[in-house]
Each structure stands twice: as C-alpha cells, then as structure tokens.
C-alpha cells in the first residue's frame, strides 16, 4: 500500500510538473504569436493614412499661403468623409452647365486640371467636379496593404464623389462627361466600359490602360516586384519624385527608351524639354506661385500615404492590358453609331472616344498608343488629336486640350 501512495505520488509530481511545462510552453507561444502579430500590424501602418489636410489648422495664414498646394487652390472645396478616409473635391460652375468629371494622373494632385475647368467654365458655362485620389493631396489614403489601389477602390471613390454633390449627377437620366489623364486615363477608361449609362463623354488624356509592357524596363519591372521591403521601395521611389521637383522629367521624345514608372510621374509635372518655354506658367490663373512639380514634392514629403499608393497604384491600377475592357467601349460606340435609336443605347454621345496625345510625349508614346487604340477601340470609334506637349500636355498645353474638346463636342452627332 505504501508502495503504491509512492508511486501515485511520484506520478502525481510528474504530471503536475509535466502540465505546468506545457502551461508555460502554450504561455509563450502565444506570447510569441502575439508578438509576431503586433509586429506585423505595427509594420502594416495604420488602416488610413491621414491627409496634410490635417496639419493645415497648426499653419499661420502666411505659411498656408505658400505652401505649394493651398487648401483655397480651387473654388467649391469640400472634404468627403467615406469608410476609406476623407476625399478632398471641389465643384463649381453654373449648376445648370454640362457637368465634366476629372481624373488626374499617378503623382498630381487634382489641381493639374485646374486651368482646363477654369476655362471649361468660363467658355461653355460648364459644371465641373475635381477631386483628389485617395493618397494624393488633400485626399486620406486607404492603407494599400488592406485596399489595393485597382480599379475597384479607384470605382469606390469616383461614386462616392459623383454622390457628394448636391446636384444630381446620375439619376434621373442625368449623364457626365468624363475626362481622365495618364493613370486617370486608364481609369476613367475602365470605368466607362463598366457604366455607360452614367458617361455621355469620354476624354482620354495621355492615358494609361494601353502601356506596352515593353515600354517598362527590367529595374522597374524588380524593383515593383514585391522582392524588396517596403522601407526599400519608399526609398528608392521617394528619392526619384522628390528629385523631379528640379525639373528633370523623362526624355526620349523620339519613344525609343523604356520607361520607368516614375518617369510618368515625373512627367507629369511642367519641366519637359519639349515645354522648356512654358515650364513657368502659373498652373492656376491669379496664383503665379504654384508649382505642380513642387506639389509632388509636397506630397512626398508631407502625405504618409503618398507613397504607398504610388507603389499600389504601379502594381495594380489600369495602366496596362485593359485591351479587353477598351474593346467593350468600341463594340457599344459602333452600336450606337449604327441605330436609328441612338439614344436608346447606353453609351457615348459622340459613338467615339477622344484620346488627345503630345507629340513630344516619351512615355505615351503618340504612334504607339494611336495605333494599339485603334485595335482595341476599332478605328471608327475614335478620334485622336495630336498637341505640342509632352506627358505633361493638359498643363502646359491646356487650351489646345480644351479647345479639342469643344470641338469634339459640337461635332457630335446626337
């Protein structure tokens, strides 16, 4: 009997001693785990990245006047709160007038577009809508670890835009013009393909959607790869933007370079050595001080999120392979053109597409894009003017851009 209390006593230690071991192994485990998981969400950043816009409340009048994109930039500004941050837009012009959508490009802010709404506005009394994507001046951005910047987020925002206004731009029949540049061109594009009922019109600008894969070389192609961190890639990417506030955009007018997306970027800023003269030119009328090469600056420095959805956005916005989504919008421009009943399809007015393009651009090629549009679209459903201007050309050449525009529309069948 003895014998026996010994040995269950001995087993009891064991067990005891055995289960407190594994107590403390599960113990740290999950320490471990939790550990690991701080790190990562710590790593992650946070689910929205705020704006500039909310350090603008901590600048005297004088600061805020110089700051290389005032809040005042544009008339009509109003801050949308949405699920994925607040989105920055401005709305003016005679609420009665054909209301025109903008879509700016991978690295401007909005304002890129303001001397082409400004004169929109004043000559032809139309209502027009800028707004800022998400992670791009004004606009919070949506931490691109959780949201992708694709088309899904870009579709997301532009509704959520469109529904802000306090004028109807949807319904009751109510359709908008649409005018999208560099990555805004690839967007705007794509969109229309998916709503053509909400789109009367479409300008394409220099777009993205039709990127040959060719055109972007072997560094870029590794360095987007996902190989690097993400610390790395901000550097790398941050160093070239911040940089291209000196004037130093992409060159290779003849298009026989590859391009790095940055170079896009770049370009799209006044500086362009085709546009040499007119790389000084107030970007908005009365505000001969602002500078979108210095805006981008601005944003690389001062938009946590900036970064981060640059990078998304060179991974998956339309920029691209969108061949099949353009040859929608050609099938239902050749639908259209062909009814009796025009205006029982939905689709565009004009039963085409105006892609307007520089001549001295090296990054949209002129003859390549024209060329691979027209397989996509179908030649006779689209219209392609060529202006002085390189990748920057609705800055530098905004009246060409305009007056393209109007004529597009006047000479519109329906």
Known sequence: MGNNQSHLSVYRGAYLAGWRAAGRRSMEAAAFTVILFAVQIWRRGPLIFPSPRKSIPKLSNEEISHLPYPPDALPGARDVSTPYGSIRVYEWGPEGGRKVLFIHGISTPCIAFAGMANQLVEQRGCRVMLFDLFGRGYSDAPNPEVYRQDLGLWTSQIMLVLSSSKLSWTGGGERFSLVGYSMGGGIAGSFTSYFPELVESLVLIAPGGLLRPSRISTSSKLLYSGWLPGWMMNYFVGRRLRGSSGGHPATGGKGESTANPPDAAESEVPGHPANAKDSDAAMIPGRPGLSIAKAVAWETDEHAGFLPSFISSIKYAPVSREHQRWKRLGMRCEARRASTEPEKISGLEEGKV???????????????????????LGKENLKVVRLEGGHDVPVVNSKGCVEAMLEFWDDSPV
């Open 354 to 376: 105006l892609v307007l393009l520089g001549k001295q651009d090296s990054v949209i090629v002129a003859d390549e894009t024209e060329k691979d549009a027209k397989e996509a």
